[in-house]
Nanobody, 125 residues
Framework: QVQLVESGGGSVQAGGSLKLSCAAS????????MGWFRQAPGKEREGVAC????????YYADSVKGRFTISQDNAKNTVYLQMNSLKPEDTAMYYC??????????????????WGQGTQVTVSS
């Protein structure tokens, strides 16, 4: 009932910035939180950041704290991920996700019911 469309991925040099966008459509009234995950070759999927639609509480992985910022525009049903001071180790496929549980554990992948197609982020040194 919810579709997620991502944009903004690409290639950037170390120290640069990118901003990812994820637009949700469908039964968006049911969503309680949205987040970003990433997975690099040979590594486990990692929860990067999430935001709760009501109140706007945010959570971040330790690896991106101070560099990444998640935000939302509820009127547009869109979530953003501003990525600054990018490092080569940030290179990964990034996925937008959304969930409709009343209660959840932040950045736990199983709590997210809907997933986007993924967008590649490549950071070169």
């Amino acid at each position: 009932q919810v579709q997620l469309v991502e944009s903004g991925g690409g290639s950037v040099q170390a120290g640069g910035s990118l901003k990812l966008s994820c637009a949700a459509s469908g039964s968006t009234y049911s969503l309680h939180y949205m987040g970003w995950f990433r997975q690099a070759p040979g590594k486990e999927r990692e929860g990067v950041a999430c935001i709760y639609s009501t109140g706007g509480a945010t959570y971040y992985a330790d690896s991106v704290k101070g560099r990444f910022t998640i935000s939302q525009d509820n009127a547009k049903n869109t979530v953003y991920l501003q990525m600054n001071s990018l490092k080569p180790e940030d290179t990964a496929m990034y996925y937008c996700a959304a969930g409709d549980s009343r209660y959840s554990i932040p950045l736990r992948g199983t709590a997210y019911k809907y997933w986007g197609q993924g967008t590649q982020v490549t950071v070169s040194s």
